[in-house]
């Protein structure tokens, strides 16, 4: 079972492994011995006979030197030709399609803010909402308030109008943090949109939240379905985007790391400062 | 065989019949052995594809009575061993047999008699196998083959439960057939790590011979321990051991272990090659060289050592500890890592290259398209809990078949259209390909996918028939309409080699503009594959030679 | 393959490659062995697991196998099997350098004393059989004992017959220098042998009890 030396000895031809049916008889014998497991012990006799033969004459191939055969060379040789034409490369980091990601983005404190003050005008708009149709200013933060307070899950609307301070303390704090929330998202995402970011911010965003809230409401709390005028929701959901929208665009933009090397990403070099010992 | 005869060898040509068999019986040479592992393969497949029919044709309508239940329990058993072990197997040792060796540019397997013998061993075991169905009772009853799954859960394999002699010869018969495996698995090793050309580092492999190193360690592990356990059932059954027997104290359970321990492995073994051959393909065919080298290496590799560890997903409706079966769940989703950066490296391949969608590039984005549906199904079922609730249902059998049928035999189909050039010296005809592509994809979808559906109806696997009454007729009988699609694909298929070895198109040396160093010989190539070894200086030694102003080594 | 090289020459050459070749034996040697220690790893494994399972009232380990209680039976074999390796190893060094009569004394050692185990281990499994009546119906401490140690000495049988075959050629005159390195194989083969006897020792003798 030794290594077959694959050396080209003579220049007509190439040494080769002989053929030979050991193996095949071999296998055949082995094959026979486990058969006769579930047949009758003769057929592994005869099983052990063969795969004995098989051996034998194996050994006979490989034991005192490897049997080989010379193949002679064939007439038709293959050629590798170089090929005419020249190679594309594919481009690399400062191709077009990488820009796609922003080379610049807006801060996340400017997300925040933002959010911050498209919360302070969602709050004036559902404020007088609240004022003009039940006569109570307090009527919106308590919708909000409901959706986590159990006792006020089934509060009507002359209830709704009235001082909650629980109510309340837990309204604000869900409007503060959805809205920075929902600011840094804006923050985020602004700077990746292509074209028409007011639109967006403005139409698409505020449509497709309105449609979220809409379509969970019903697990959070059916009853506040009824409570609850979805075209005021919509229209404080648009003062917000156009708000965070104007915040956010109006502050300064700093680039990203997108096309600056490894090393200098990792901060080994230093961006657009020629290496030392440069010739550029 | 006989017909696939090209051996290039003007002196031992013997024009008779006798003289040609005598040929491939005593043959050593690698290209001669791939070519018959390959053939008998595709033969089983056909056969086990016909088992399956028959089941599907049974399945089509409710409260059938084609088949009776017990040659129903044959029929799967016998399909899923003769896919795994009589198809799967032979043909992925068939094509490292053929292209590993001109790969590294080689003139033969590292033992070239080890591996005839490990050929006719698989040969004679899956002989062996199917003898059963003439002599499964010993020689004195009718036979009939096993019908225990092609996992044969204890204890229904004991004597108590299955008598005559169908499970003996199951396990007989691939006992036999696994000697050969593992000592083929030993030769791919030995002649990967010792036999590579001048200049042929590991890191300038081509990476079908990196993961077809990693398939053989495979299968020299996970091969050995189910002889053993087979050998421990051999023994409770013919001389009265205890070891999966439960009255006697053993352990069913143990089986179970010992199987899958093998079992799973398997499945990468199965799976890896497919992976080889499209790692191949794709980026000849987008004319790009392969995105992420190194990582295809590493994930290959991390998959091989993953794999050893996440059997027990088989296990989970088993009822082992919550712990137990939330560690097999983590490692199960850990081997998605590498193999979705396996993924992401064939699309990365294709993004930006010139694409070609001849046959071979079509089966290899079907490959895509099919094995990842399927490994996503594999990640819903590594969560215990879904696991549970289609555990054992035609949900998993969707499943393995897009990893399996999806998976490997879309990558054997294109391998095939690859490299039948470079075996015959003709092409495949094109327009033929396409057909059997199409047909072959839209019926393996409406086969498999509604499976998916009427496994989340409830539908168990391995049921020779259901009532009317449960909601799955429609699924059914669209998955048994699916199968005919597949039989007129395939029968393309066959139609296709017949054509093509008799009056197909000359192939010529290099007929994809490959890189490898297999296109560096003429088709079919000589018996000495190389008249000189070649010396390699980058992963793609064609490359270098046919550009030679811009040569890959200058980069690597 | 002549044009391959004529046209690499012709561009601007790169480095010359290194050519780097393990031996192809050897390899497949390890990697065989790497295969046989799944096959027995597994065995073991099972003995493991249902060592302590077996219903109280039939055999148990420390009942025929304690080590202490007899220790020249098994313990003695053992010895002459792990010794069995120094031996081959001192007849791999004589053949290799050429000492072909040093080499046949040694291997004929390695055969006595490896066929000495094979008796021992006969003398052990007739006690057992015959005299305490373990047999591998009895429990799963017999299934697991004689499976685990009868592929052992089935191991140790093969192993022998190559050593003697081996042995016939020598007295036939046809080994030699230039056969180190397959007989060297043979020897690893052998150390496998003894070294998966110190696992099963440890496992069944040890542990078992």
Known sequence: MAPDDHSNSKQQGIDLPAPTSAPFVCAFGVTLIFSGIVTNWAVSILGFVLALVGAIRWWHEVLPDNQKECIPFQSERPIVKPKVGGVAHLMTADSPHRARLPMEIHPYGAGIKGGIAGGIVMAIIAGTWGVVSHGSVWYPVNILGSTILPTMQGDDAAQLAQWHTASFVFGILIHAIMSSLVGLLYGIILPMVPHFRLAFSAIAIPLMWTGLTWASLEVINPLLQNEINWLVFIGSQVGFGITCWFVVSRSERIGTMQNWSMLERIGVESPNVPPIGGDE | ?556 | MTTLKAQSMTVQAPPEPKSQLLNSGKCGMLCLIVSEIAFFGTLLAVYLFYIGKDPVGTIAPSDVLDVSVAPMKVVFNSIFLLTSSIWITLAVRCLARGNIMGFALWWLLTILFGAEFLVGTGMEWYGLIAVEGLTIRTNLFGSGFFTVVGFHAAHVTIGLFLLSLVFVLTCLGKMHKRHAEKVELLSWYWHFVDGIWIAVFTIVYILGN
């Open chain 2, 1 to 556: 065989m006989t017909a696939l005869d090209h051996s290039g060898n003007p002196l031992r040509a013997k024009a008779t019949f006798l003289g040609r068999m005598h040929e491939w019986v005593s043959t050593a040479d690698h290209k001669k052995l791939g070519v018959m592992y390959v053939t008998t393969g595709l033969l089983f497949f056909l056969i086990g594809g016909l088992e399956a029919t028959m089941m599907r044709w049974q399945l089509a309508v409710p409260d059938s009575s084609l088949l009776s239940p017990s040659d129903f329990n044959r029929l799967f058993t016998m399909h899923g061993t003769t896919m795994v072990f009589l198809v799967g197997m032979p043909i992925l040792l068939g094509v490292a047999n053929y292209i590993i060796p001109m790969q590294i540019g080689a003139r033969d397997l590292a033992f070239p008699r080890l591996n005839a013998f490990g050929f006719w061993l698989f040969l004679f075991g899956g002989l062996l196998l199917y003898f059963s169905y003439f002599g499964a009772q010993g020689l004195y009853g009718m036979g009939s083959s096993p019908d225990v799954g092609w996992f044969a859960y204890a204890p229904l394999t004991e004597r108590t439960y299955s008598r005559g002699h169908s499970t003996d010869y199951w396990i007989l018969g691939l006992l036999v057939s696994s000697f050969g495996s593992i000592a083929t698995g030993i030769n791919l090793i030995t002649t990967i790590l010792t036999m590579r050309c001048p200049g042929m580092t590991l890191m300038k492999m081509p990476v079908m011979v990196w993961v077809m190193l990693i398939d053989a360690i495979l299968i020299m592990i996970a091969m050995p321990p189910l002889a053993a356990a087979q050998v421990m059932l051999l023994f409770d059954r013919l001389m009265g051991a205890h070891f999966f027997d439960v009255q006697g104290g053993g352990s069913a359970i143990l089986w179970q272990n010992l199987f899958w321990f093998f079992g799973h492995p398997e499945v990468y073994i199965l799976i890896l090659p497919a992976f080889a051959y499209v790692s191949e393909i794709i980026p000849v065919f987008c004319r790009k060289v392969i995105f992420g080298y190194p990582l295809m290496v590493a994930a290959t590799v991390s998959i091989g050592f993953i794999s050893l560890g996440v059997w027990v997903h088989h296990l989970f409706a088993l009822g082992l500890s919550p712990m137990v079966n939330t560690i097999f769940m983590g490692s199960t989703m850990l081997i998605a890592i590498p193999t979705g950066l396996k993924m992401f490296n064939w699309v990365g391949t294709m993004i930006g290259g010139k694409i070609r969608f001849d046959t071979p590039m079509l089966f290899s984005t079907g490959f895509l398209a099919l094995f990842l549906i399927g490994g996503l199904t594999g990640v819903m079922l590594s969560v215990v809990p879904f696991d549970w609730q289609v555990s054992d249902s035609y949900f998993v059998v969707g499943h393995f078949h897009y990893v399996l049928f999806g998976g490997l035999v879309f990558a054997i189909f294109a391998a095939i259209y690859y490299w039948f050039p470079k075996v015959t010296g003709k092409m495949l005809s094109e327009t033929l390909g396409k057909w059997q592509f199409w047909l072959l994809f839209i019926g393996f979808n409406l086969t498999f996918g509604p499976m998916h559906v009427s496994g989340m109806l409830g539908m168990p696997r391995r049921i020779y028939t259901y009532h009317a009454d449960r909601g799955w007729e429609l699924w059914n009988m669209l998955s048994s309409i699916g199968v005919l699609v597949q039989i007129a694909g395939v029968t393309f298929f066959v139609w296709n080699v017949i054509q093509s070895l008799r009056k197909g198109k000359d192939a010529g040396a290099d007929p994809w503009d490959g890189w490898t160093l297999e296109w560096a010989t003429t088709s079919p190539p000589p018996e000495y594959n190389f008249e000189e070894i070649p010396k390699v200086y980058s992963c793609r030694p064609l490359w270098d030679l046919k550009h030679p102003e811009d040569p890959d080594w200058k980069y690597e």
